[in-house]
């Protein structure tokens, strides 16, 4: 990876861009960006820009291409979700020792990847080298930290601008704490609590409202499934009384339609908010559309 960001950093320094008036802020992904978005509505002289493509999902061993390069080369900030879910920054901060990082994930308590249902501070320097589930934003309170520790250093970073984006910070968490209230208000009353998921990007909603992850069908979402992987996923649906699988829509889910077919679960499509139309309000509007599908998968 360092090779690669090196021979990178050569390429686009052999090409410099033009240097642009506005400050540039880049989001790493999708979420990031939707949050970043809301905080710098109608500020001016900056610009703000998503690394990776609506369509990427969620950074899994993500690689950086040339045109990522370039345009972390031009930027101010980099605007990061954190927990682990950029694997690339190692290699690539000694590249861009002047590229200011906005970790949105200070402060919140995180789960192991392989344990969603024990939860960790992973500020605690005895356990850094601990794997940690990255999927923070899927739990509205933690995105409404998230956008608190974003406005904190991005008005740290450009004060001139800081009341108007405290002002759209405190916006949008009314907007987060309201959507936090109806899905709270609307799954406390659920009758079926138990849940089987496609990969590992909804412990923290569950944990958030009170549901129970049964089995995870697979750690990464193109890691393949062997026989007996996928017995022991069937087993474990059996045992819950085949409980509802859900599958995401960025992603195949052959697994999941396999599980089905021997339990008799159905399949449902939760939206994990990694891809789509980039509008402002598209958090608020995939999670309320997955409350819709819970509440007909769970049952009112």
């Known amino acids: 990876m360092k090779k690669l960001c090196c021979f990178l950093l050569a390429l686009l320094l052999c090409c410099p861009a033009a240097l642009a008036e506005d400050v540039q802020i880049v989001a790493s992904f999708y979420p990031v960006y939707i949050f970043a978005q809301n905080i710098l509505t109608d500020v001016p002289g900056v610009s703000l820009s998503c690394m990776t493509a609506p369509s990427t999902g969620c950074l899994h061993d993500y690689q950086l291409l040339t045109g990522d390069m370039r345009l972390l080369a031009r930027a101010d ?13 190692p290699a690539l901060l000694p590249q861009l020792p002047d590229l200011q990082v906005v970790d949105a994930s200070k402060g919140i308590e995180l789960l192991c990847a392989d344990e969603h249902h024990h939860d960790h501070d992973h500020h605690h320097e005895e356990e850094e080298e601990t794997e940690y589930n990255a999927h923070i934003w899927l739990d509205p309170k933690n995105a409404i930290q998230m956008v608190k520790n974003m406005e904190a250093q991005l008005s740290a970073l450009l004060p001139e601008h800081g009341e108007k984006m405290a002002e759209n910070a405190e916006n949008y968490i009314l907007r ?28 923290y909603f569950a944990k958030a409202y009170d549901l129970h992850v049964v089995a995870v069908v697979s750690m990464e979402p193109e890691e393949p499934l062997s026989p007996r992987m996928l017995k022991d996923v069937i087993d474990q649906v059996t045992a819950a009384g085949n409980p509802p699988l859900f599958a995401e ?4 889910n052959a697994a999941l339609e396999a599980i089905s077919r021997e339990t008799g679960a159905p399949v449902y499509r939760l939206d994990p908010v990694v891809t789509g139309n980039g509008s402002p309000t598209a958090y608020e509007d995939a999670m309320e559309q997955n409350l819709n599908i819970l509440l007909s998968a769970l049952g009112e």
Do not use: C, W
Not at 249 to 252: A, E, F, G, L, V
């Open 77 to 89: 900030a980099l605007l990061i979700n954190g927990a682990g879910m950029e694997s690339f920054l």
């Open 176 to 203: 987060l704490e309201n959507l936090d209230a109806r899905l709270s208000d609307a799954l406390t009353a659920v009758k079926q609590r138990d849940i089987v998921t496609f990969h590992d990007s909804f412990p």
């Open 249 to 252: 829509p960025q992603y195949r």
